[in-house]
């Protein structure tokens, strides 16, 4: 129960779920693994190498079960940091695990070993210890000996080891050695030789690191090497995940799918390595930076990085070395991709020798910190990153605000000085970095460094970066820009525009509390270089963002003349801002004759009145008056308005259509502009994909914005997302994920009515069998439309509510009802009313008179299809062919137009009306394969075999028989581990 609510919650935190986690994506060094363990023949030394975090603990701990569980022994050491610190300590310990292993066999008393091995430690003699370790490898019992993080290990004890002659182990003796290894030819291959900028020749560290790297070496990375050299051993490499198995990753952790986004951030920031993952999530989930909707998760438009705690292993990597390694590594986090002049610049910084600095950044990609990047003769390196991004991103965030200041100006002014063409470096200036990377990551620097900087280049540069992001992609970024641009400014009429732009930006991004706030703040004090258009446009912004946090009762003070009349703004602003804010309640008839009264106020020039002309056309458009919108939908004063302010008026022209199933009308007025529905905002965007039949598309975009609060749409009906979401949900036969979605959507007393969500909920409850609630939220949605004059769209509750009222008997009423749908189609013009009325009346006329009913079918058809809606003439051609009014043919075109939007309910009852009028069902194993999907489906939607029988149409012997092939077919014994499979995505019907 619990896994089908997580699955259907919309907009709720993500959490971490490890539990009952297992390895993933290492099913190949797994096996590998167990091959050489259960090999009689097989290596008696195994080393798992790996970088820090990619999960070598966790394998060892895979592999030890396995071999557990075919009843093989196995001894687990862990060495950790500062064992290092005293000699023949691991040793020691391995000698002790074995003599234990071996005193618990009643053959085999235990021995002296231990005792000797004790004075051996003591005396810090390693002849003895080899002596003493050989012996008890060659007297064990057999066993697997798995040593952990191996690297912490102290030398002599690792001295020992590479002394084992591992041939001559007592039969089936086997060492597992895990170990970190930063494989640093993998990344470029270090140089020797310092750069040139900062001297020649070899640097102190240069020498350690050949020398450290010499066969025969005694340090610790040496001692591993030959560790791995010695005769007979295997090595198994554990490389970072790939997208791929990342992805499938954070879907185990989260329990929701991560959209494209954030599976991207994770990959980029953690370079597939588990442990980095993990501490990623964890940050964001922590702060509840993680939302998720329908099993995907989303992060939030402002949801920062989060920075790793001290104690997290990538930050102590770096913290044990001390300095000047973290002075260093600091200056690079912010300078490093300047690439190599970045470590000229490091050592001024830090107060550093050139061959200081050099030394430390050696010193840090031999330890997996940095990554070498090599320059374009493959021999010097032209700069260095930070081998794990979020370590990198965790340092920069660890200096104070004054260190990253100074190192951001730092970084500015050689990429300003780069472009003015005063650099003679042999690399430019950020050369680790393409055009569209150079410009976010000076916009960054810019952003911290603050007043250190030229302010007018700092304001244009970060002004430029924030307008070429793509809504939707970086907007955290683009609004830390923004506000950057705008503390900078000192001149108040450039700050009043800056401001203007974050405001507009915000509401985009869909970051409404700043939104808000800085709207009011503008209109309480506006500056003088403000102008009445922009003060306009500021006022519908903040009743935008208002509705969009859903906040009536605040929305209700902003429709009243008291509230704009405290503002020190013109009569047009307060004028357009009441009556923008009228329309989103829904109160009609007011914003109707309130602009009426002030039409002298606002009808002054096309960009101001533009907008109150739109307010008082879809106000008369609610009401039922279509003839004022139609003549808006030619936009007469286009010419004369500025591209934005058409923009934004074409997308609020659009969504009035898109919420009358007005595709046609919709599409010509996006022509007419030279726009397509690919470049509307994100809500007009899932209007157009829901229309054209795009659903997949429709959904992605819906779960998104339900996750985040992005729910009211800017239109006459407010609920057009959630609403049709659950349209989409129902034809796939999510029927419970629906009902959820709309109670977490549940509109509240104070806000505007919603007929496409009474509609939605109506349908779904039918489908359910539930014809008297369905019945009670029609009447109540009709009610609540009728108390604010609202008629536009009504169609979509008067149609339902003949036809059920029809089904149960009542056939006078529902004749009223018709009555007022076909006057309600006559009124408005409306091809949709006009389709719901030609439908709804041959349910009704089915009975009473038939021919009439076959006639209006006929014309329903038409209609459709020269309204092209992939959905509405798939479902007109169903009950055209199922009335007779036209060949059973029509019924292959709707299983078709069914298969278009994925619609799997609709698609299995027109499989059932194709085999009842004796024609073919194409493709036989897709129709099996659908059929099994969809049962499964409803199965996880929580449905009794009664409800998914009336679903189905069906009758429960019918349901129970489907089951019971669907068990067999997928091999699970009962329906809860057939719903589990469902929700863990783990069933392949295809």
């Not at 691991?90 to 091995?117: C, D, Y």
């Not at 006329?845 to 006639?855: F, G, S, V």
């Amino acid at each position: 129960m619990a896994a089908t609510d997580e699955l259907i919650s919309w907009g709720t935190p993500a959490r971490l779920d490890r539990t009952g986690d297992s390895l993933l994506g290492r099913e190949r060094e797994l096996e590998q693994s167990h091959d050489f363990l259960s090999d009689p023949d097989g290596p008696r030394l195994v080393l798992v190498r790996g970088e820090t975090g990619v999960g070598r603990s966790a394998f060892l701990r895979a592999v030890g079960g396995r071999l557990r569980a075919q009843g093989s022994a196995v001894l687990a050491v862990d060495c950790v940091p500062g064992d290092g610190e005293r000699p023949l300590l691991l040793a020691l310990r391995l000698v002790m695990a074995l003599e234990e292993h071996r005193s618990a066999s009643p053959r085999r008393p235990a021995g002296k070993l231990v005792t000797r091995a004790l004075s051996a430690v003591d005396q810090r003699d390693p002849t003895a210890m080899q002596a003493l370790f050989r012996a008890s490898l060659t007297q064990a019992t057999p066993l697997t000996i798995m040593v952990d993080d191996v690297q912490h290990a102290d030398p002599e004890s690792l001295a020992v080891l590479c002394q084992v002659d591992f041939s001559r182990l007592a039969p089936g003796v086997r060492l597992v050695v895990s170990a970190v290894r930063h494989v640093a030819q993998g990344r470029g291959g270090m140089s020797e030789g310092a750069p040139d900028a900062v001297g020649s020749g070899t640097s102190s560290y240069g020498r350690k690191a050949a020398e450290a790297r010499a066969p025969g070496c005694d340090g610790p990375a040496g001692l591993l090497e030959r560790l791995s050299g010695i005769e007979g051993a295997r090595t198994v490499e554990l490389s970072p995940l790939g997208p791929d198995d990342v992805s499938a990753l954070v879907t185990r952790w989260l329990q929701a799918k991560p959209d494209a986004v954030l599976a991207r951030q994770v990959g980029e920031l953690t370079r597939g390595i588990p442990g980095a993952v993990d501490a990623l999530l964890t940050g964001w989930t922590r702060r509840d930076g993680i939302r998720v909707a329908d099993g995907h998760a989303f992060l939030g438009a402002r949801t920062p990085i989060p920075v790793l705690p001290d104690d997290n292993a990538f930050v102590t990597a770096l913290d044990t070395l001390g300095e000047p390694y973290r002075s260093v590594a600091a200056a690079l986090s912010i300078l490093g991709p300047l690439g190599r002049p970045a470590l000229q610049l490091t050592a001024a910084w830090a107060g550093l020798s050139a061959d200081t600095a050099y030394d430390g950044v050696c010193r840090l990609v031999e330890s997996g910190i940095l990554d070498q990047v090599p320059g374009p003769d493959g021999a010097t390196a032209a700069g260095w990153t930070f081998w794990l991004p979020l370590t990198g991103h965790t340092v920069r965030e660890r200096l104070s605000p004054v260190e990253r200041s100074r190192l951001s100006a730092i970084a500015v002014e050689a990429i300003w000085s780069d472009a003015a063409g005063a650099g003679e470096a042999t690399y430019p200036a950020a050369a680790l970095l393409d055009e569209a990377e150079l410009e976010a990551y000076l916009a960054d620097r810019i952003t911290d460094a603050g007043t250190r900087i030229d302010r007018e280049r700092a304001v244009a540069d970060l002004t430029a970066a924030a307008e070429r992001v793509q809504p939707g992609t970086e907007d955290r970024a683009m609004l830390r820009w923004l506000q950057a641009a705008t503390d900078l400014i000192v001149q108040p009429g450039a700050r009043d525009l800056a401001l203007q732009r974050y405001l507009r930006a915000a509401y985009v991004a869909g970051d409404y509390q700043s939104g808000r706030a800085i709207a009011e703040t503008l209109l309480r004090n506006p500056g003088e270089s403000l102008t009445a258009p922009e003060l306009q446009a500021i006022a519908q912004l903040l009743v935008g963002v208002t509705g969009n946090q859903l906040d009536w009762r605040r929305l209700s003070r902003l429709a009243t003349a008291r509230w704009w009349d405290e503002l020190p703004v013109p009569a047009v602003v307060k004028v357009s801002g009441q009556a923008l804010a009228l329309c989103h309640l829904a109160r009609w008839q007011e914003a109707r004759e309130m602009l009426s009264r002030t039409e002298a106020v606002w009808n002054t020039s096309p960009r101001v009145r533009v907008t109150p002309r739109v307010f008082g056309a879809a106000a008369e458009l609610a009401m039922g008056r279509p003839e004022p919108f139609g003549r808006e939908l030619a936009m007469p004063d286009a010419s004369e308005l500025p591209p934005g302010q058409v923009y934004a008026l074409a997308g609020a022209l659009f969504d009035e259509m898109a919420a009358g199933y007005d595709l046609d009308a919709a599409e010509t007025l996006l022509r007419s502009r030279g726009l397509t529905g690919e470049v509307l905002p994100p809500l007009s965007r899932f209007l157009w994909h829901h229309l054209t039949g795009r659903w997949d598309e429709a959904l992605e975009s819906a779960r998104r914005l339900l996750a985040i609060g992005r729910v009211q749409h800017p239109a006459s009906d407010s609920y057009l997302l959630p609403a049709r979401t659950a349209t989409i949900l129902l034809a796939r036969g999510r029927t419970t994920s629906a009902l959820r979605l709309m109670e977490s959507m549940r509109v509240p007393e104070e806000a505007p009515p919603s007929c496409s969500m009474n509609a939605a909920e109506a349908e779904v409850l039918r489908v359910l069998g539930d014809r008297d609630g369905a019945e009670k939220v029609l009447r109540r949605g009709l009610d609540k439309a009728q108390a604010h004059a609202h008629v536009y769209g009504t169609e979509e509750l008067w149609a339902p509510l003949a036809e059920v009222t029809a089904e149960a008997g009542r056939t006078a009423e529902a004749a009223v009802h018709m009555h007022r749908l076909e006057q309600l189609a006559s009124r408005t013009g409306s091809g949709r009313a006009r389709l719901r009325y030609l439908l709804a009346s041959a349910r009704v006329l089915r009975q009473d008179a038939p021919d009439t009913a076959r006639d209006h079918l006929r014309e329903a058809v038409e209609l459709a299809r020269s309204r092209g809606l992939p959905f509405e003439t798939a479902t007109t051609l169903v009950a055209a062919a199922d009335a007779g009014a036209g060949p059973a043919a029509l019924l292959h075109e709707a299983y078709e137009l069914f298969g278009q939007t994925a619609a799997a309910l609709w698609r299995f009852r027109t499989r059932t009306a194709l085999r009842e009028a004796g024609l073919s069902v194409p493709g036989r194993k897709q129709a099996t394969a659908e059929n099994d999907h969809l049962l499964a489906t409803l199965l996880a939607e929580q449905l009794t075999t009664r409800q998914i029988a009336t679903v189905l149409r069906l009758n429960e012997d019918a349901v129970v028989g489907r089951l019971t092939r669907l068990l067999a077919r997928t091999g699970k014994r009962s329906r809860t581990e057939l719903v589990t499979a469902v929700l863990t995505g783990t069933l392949d019907f295809f």
